[in-house]
């Protein structure tokens, strides 16, 4: 007799391979080796003199990761900050050839940024700016779908970071520490948790994704997963779901088949956020949004408990829970 959770994983999505090392099974997925970042990723701001992005960027700087320039439309041949900036991110491309670009821009005027981006081929196109009007998110993803260079991080999502390596996005990085989980989250208050939690445990973190809590996100957390399951200095993972949508039975999905398939997988530890949100009520936040027949985070950690995650019920067990199962393997 099949569970609850056995049907609604029956329900999820196949994952997609990694790239490079990994044969590509769908749209996009030959990008998703464009996220692991460290202290040999080139990255521009676009935006570059604009007042968040000056900010952002000497921070950024201070942090170590190797920022090369950026993009102001209409000040190319300029200085900031002691770097180039230039008019257009083809020539940024052509000239300091960056493998990530920060778009730093109003949300309005966001979106026709990332086009140019992927259109310029840079591998790397990280988006923080939340309310991107919808229809030019439609616009991006479609785009998306016809390449196989650029890989998009959010919009409204913190980032990505690999700490003390390269930090592209807005995260709090103090708390930061290299070490050896990888965290994918949509949330990003969560995923500052997430840090902590295995900062307090001496675990550290190996890179650190912001997937984002927009409808129409450019990476999913089994997008972010798939880097997890292959990146040498991950030894385990942690995952952050919530409310709305299908993220997480995608991702459950992909587990099942990462287990199935290796004999010694990584410990995945998974939380659901929204358990108390009620039934029959619309609430939330862009991907966060719950309506009336969506399955609840209930639902989804069922998914994720079945697909072999160990699925806490609170972010002050990230930490505590990783360290054990991974002293587990050392016996």
Do not use: W
């Not at 994918?184 to 973190?205: I, N, P």
């Not at 798939?226 to 993972?237: A, K, L, Q, R, S």
């Not at 995608?250 to 398939?261: C, F, P, T, V």
């Not at 079945?306 to 016996?331: I, N, Q, W």
Request: with cysteine; net charge positive; proline share 5%.
């Amino acid at each position: 007799m099949k569970t609850r959770a056995s049907t609604l994983l029956a329900r999820a999505a196949g994952s997609r391979s990694h790239t490079r090392q990994y044969s590509a099974q769908a749209p996009g997925s030959a990008t998703v080796g464009n996220l692991v970042v460290d202290s040999n990723t080139r990255v521009i701001f676009q935006g570059f003199t604009g007042r968040a992005a000056t900010a952002n960027a000497k921070d950024t700087i201070a942090y170590g990761t190797r920022v090369v320039g950026g993009v102001s439309p209409g000040k190319g041949g300029q200085t900031h900050l002691d770097l180039p900036v230039f008019s257009t991110v083809r020539e940024a491309m052509k000239e300091v050839r960056p493998h990530a670009t920060a778009v730093f821009v109003p949300a309005l005027a966001a979106g026709k940024a990332i086009e140019e981006a992927i259109e310029a081929e840079v591998p790397l196109v990280v988006s923080v700016a939340e309310h991107i009007p919808v229809h030019d998110i439609l616009r991006v993803q479609q785009i998306l779908k016809t390449q196989s260079k650029s890989r998009l991080v959010g919009p409204n999502c913190p980032g990505i970071i690999a700490p003390e390596q390269c930090r592209i996005g807005i995260m709090p990085y103090q708390q930061y520490k290299r070490g050896r989980v990888g965290i994918a989250s949509k949330s990003g208050t969560l995923s500052y948790e997430a840090v902590g939690a295995t900062t307090r445990e001496g675990l550290g973190q190996s890179i650190s994704i912001g997937v984002g809590g927009d409808l129409l996100p450019g990476t999913s957390l089994k997008d972010a997963l798939e880097v997890f399951y292959e990146h040498e200095e991950t030894e385990g993972i942690i995952m952050i779901g919530e409310i709305g949508g299908q993220a997480e039975f995608h991702a459950a999905e992909s587990i099942k088949a990462y287990r199935a398939r290796t004999p010694n997988p990584k410990p995945i530890v998974a939380m659901v956020a929204g358990r108390t949100a009620p039934e029959g009520k619309v609430m939330g936040h862009a991907g966060a949004l719950l309506s009336s027949g969506n399955e609840g985070a209930e639902a989804k950690a069922q998914a994720l408990a079945a697909a072999g995650a160990v699925v806490v019920p609170h972010p002050g067990f990230l930490g505590t829970e990783m360290k054990r199962l991974l002293d587990e393997l050392k016996k």
